[in-house]
């Protein structure tokens, strides 16, 4: 049976008493595979998230971290902070982060260290801009990010980390990837992995798709071969429309 996660990526949204509501509202929708879920919360909302996620099965995640346990750096959150909560999930590596804040391949891989340390899975997010793209060098990129990325990470940890594929180009610009760009990106990534490890264990890889995934073309990406879920962003702040998107996943066998 083919594996999914369908994950919520809220970025900069949603006050504690949004979120409140908006879980409320999630749960009133009675999921039929919760397990296969999970909403990535700004850290303001995560206990007040994972309370009320409490016994839903679906999981919980952050959005960052910093890769030092402890220490001076203002205004960070260390893994072991995020563990005492009890997350499950970390995004690490969104291209906004390697845009805005300075996030590097060699600054992903610490994190992903310390994340798989601590028994948190991070969701590791790739993917070309739109001027890679028309170069036509998106999988020299990608390769190279992912190989970066999974610098000094063992055989038995390297599946635990979820990959999102997520072009810069489809991210909040409404222009999705066609389910045919998306799947020979994910099953390259596969590919690359299957490459640095072994075909079992690049089989073994949970591998999303992000960009403009919602109801309407969630089906079509989520059926194809490579593709294991969706990282979702604008459709994932609307109760409808993330439940949506998590029928579609549950759907498909
Ligand atoms: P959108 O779904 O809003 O395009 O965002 C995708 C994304 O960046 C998820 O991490």
Redesign the pocket.
């Known amino acids: 049976m083919k594996k999914f996660l369908i994950a919520g990526?809220w970025k900069m949204n949603k006050t504690e008493s949004e979120a409140e509501e908006f879980i409320a509202a999630l749960k009133a929708k009675g999921l039929s595979k919760p397990e296969q879920v999970c909403v990535c919360v700004p850290f303001t909302d995560l206990r007040t998230v994972k309370k009320a996620l409490e016994g839903t099965g679906i999981g919980i995640g952050a959005q960052n971290c910093h890769f030092e346990e402890s220490g001076a750096f203002t205004g960070e959150v260390s893994v072991p902070m995020l563990k005492e909560i009890g997350i499950d999930y970390c995004?690490i590596g969104?291209s906004e982060r390697r845009e805005y804040f300075n996030e590097t391949d060699v600054s992903v891989n610490k994190k992903l260290k310390a994340l798989i340390q601590a028994g948190i899975t991070p969701i590791l997010?790739v993917g070309e801009s739109l001027e890679i793209r028309e170069q036509g060098t998106e999988q020299t990129f990608v390769a190279g990010q992912v190989i970066a990325d999974f610098d000094g990470i063992g055989i038995a940890d390297a599946a635990k980390i979820v990959i999102?594929y997520?072009p810069i180009w489809?991210?909040?610009?409404g222009k999705t990837a066609t389910p045919d760009q998306a799947e020979e990106m994910c099953a390259f990534i596969r590919g690359v992995l299957s490459g640095i490890y072994d075909n079992e264990t690049g089989d073994a890889f949970i591998i999303q798709y992000?960009?403009?995934?919602k109801p309407g073309n969630a089906k079509e990406l989520l059926e194809k071969k490579d593709i294991n879920g969706g990282?979702?962003?604008?459709?994932s702040l609307k109760v409808d429309d993330f439940a949506a998107i998590a029928e579609a996943a549950a759907g498909i066998e």
Do not use: W
């Open positions: 990526n995004v969104h997010c999102a997520e489809a991210i909040g610009t992000g960009g403009s995934m990282l979702i962003g604008g459709a």
